[in-house]
């Protein structure tokens, strides 16, 4: 399994990552297209960090057509939908054949006339999710796509078929920033789940980059949007045949479901329905071992709201963690503190953040796992200097709309370790925008990598204490309707 990284830090297997750089001239495109358009005029964050991923506005801008293109295909046809400023998708209707070694898809047309060896067409795509980040897609492997019509030379052995699929073909791949949480749901599951969710489990994944350890941590998830076994488009050197393939997977927004663009409204909240089928067997399974080892801690649990802390170490830490802790139970909690591993089981994650009524942590990859909690619970985000942006963009609009009550604590300069290495005047503590203006290495090296955080445990009690009344009245309105 990949190590366990921040989506700040997750230049995860590849070479010369710079992440958070979004060119300069893509934006300014796009700048006056909106303006000389008329037609969007809303402001722009003053931060740079609002660069570094497209805004809801940018992309419905740039696709206001993707529900449209490609949307009807006709057999023997290729149709690339390439207005997303996100990703490419390409849909192939036909006799189709892969062939890994020169890493081609074929589409085999069933007129006769012509040469059989002159494509009539041919596109290249690279099926991973961050197409406006050039350094990161220059890692991923590209994909042609050639039509060619077919003759009596494409009914030999060279073009036979070693494995017929009677369901359609999804290919993705999973390298890029894989190997960190953030980035495996944004840019991978939940993009595949609006991609493959109409096809109601009858569909094929073809993984190109493919991880035995990300299908043995990602698996009960899989088995639950495919009733196939993936294929290895890289490692297998069979030729598939399918008659419908999708390549490359659309992506609405970070770390959410848009229903205006899937078939039947499917929501974030559907997405999550997956996850709790995929890791409700293991669950049980843990519960039942947990019951038996001490049954009087599962009794004592139901008494008392739960509050998990998903701890950090290093950079971005609670420096007073032992003291909030203590200070939870105080007012009422029962408190888990959650220290998330490279090897720890994600089902146990899971298991402790659903049977939860309160997520707590600093801004990182790890606040992923809001995606674990039920709606109705609480989620408390600790945004340290330079990161308000980020926190809400990544994590807080999508924690609303998974439907949690979101609180966003933003922490004051005395409260950021960096109030010790700096003038109380300097604008890294006064004025982090400018900062993060001067560009993302100052962002990361600064705000990312040296912060750690000291909360004002007076101030941040009446968070706690929110939180802690919030539970209880729901728990007891609850209680009152049964």
Not at 24 to 31: A, D, G, H
Not at 429 to 443: A, I, Q, Y
């Amino acid at each position: 399994m990949a190590a366990y990284v921040d989506e700040e830090d997750a230049c995860v297997n590849m070479s010369g990552c710079n992440k958070k750089s979004k060119p300069k001239f893509l934006f300014f495109l796009l700048f006056c297209t909106l303006l000389s358009s008329c037609l969007l005029l809303a402001p722009f964050p003053t931060s740079t960090l609002s660069l570094l991923y497209p805004s809801r506005g940018e992309e419905e801008t740039l696709s206001d057509a993707k529900t449209s293109l490609c949307s009807s295909v006709s057999n023997g046809t290729i149709c690339c939908d390439r207005s997303s400023i996100r990703s490419d998708v390409c849909i192939m209707k036909g006799d189709i054949r892969t062939q890994s070694s020169s890493f081609s898809v074929f589409l085999y047309t069933s007129e006769n006339s012509g040469a059989g060896k002159q494509p009539l067409r041919r596109e290249k795509i690279r099926p991973y999710t961050r197409k406006w980040e050039p350094s990161t897609m220059a890692t991923i492997d590209e994909l042609t796509l050639i039509s060619k019509k077919s003759n009596s030379s494409a009914t030999g052995d060279q073009h036979s078929c070693d494995v017929n699929h009677d369901v359609p073909a999804v290919f993705f791949s999973t390298g890029g920033y894989t190997g960190n949480v953030y980035h495996e749901f944004n840019d991978g599951l939940i993009p595949l789940y609006i991609t493959s969710q109409k096809y109601n489990k009858k569909v094929v994944f073809v993984i190109l980059e493919y991880h035995d350890w990300w299908i043995t941590k990602y698996g009960n998830i899989l088995t639950h949007l495919s009733d196939y076994e993936p294929i290895d488009f890289n490692g297998d050197k069979r030729t598939h045949c399918f008659s419908e393939a999708i390549v490359g997977l659309r992506i609405h927004d970070e770390l959410t479901v848009d229903p205006s663009l899937t078939e039947g409204s499917k929501s974030i909240k559907d997405f999550r329905d997956i996850l709790d089928k995929g890791y409700r067997p293991r669950i049980q399974g843990l519960l039942l071992e947990e019951q038996s080892n001490n049954p009087i801690k599962q009794v004592a649990r139901l008494e008392k709201p739960k509050l998990v802390i998903i701890s950090r170490n290093g950079s971005r830490a609670i420096l007073n963690e032992n003291v909030l802790v203590k200070m939870a139970e105080k007012i009422g909690f029962t408190v888990t503190v959650l220290r998330p591993q490279r090897t720890t089981e994600l089902a146990r994650i899971y298991q402790a953040l659903n049977s939860s009524d309160v997520m707590l942590g600093v801004h990182g990859a790890a606040m992923t796992h809001f995606l674990f909690m039920k709606p109705g619970s609480v989620f408390i985000q600790v945004v340290p200097l330079g990161t308000n942006w980020a926190a809400e963009t990544y994590y807080g609009e999508p924690a609303k709309k998974l439907g949690l009550r979101y609180i966003g604590y933003e922490i004051l300069p005395r409260e950021s370790s960096l109030y010790e290495e700096y003038e109380s005047n300097d604008p890294v503590l006064r004025d982090p925008n400018s900062v993060n203006d001067r560009g993302w290495e100052f962002t990361k090296k600064i705000y990312l990598d040296r912060q750690k955080v000291r909360l004002n445990l007076v101030r941040f009690r009446k968070r706690l204490v929110r939180s802690y009344i919030y539970t209880m009245s729901k728990r007891n309105g609850m209680d009152g309707s049964q």
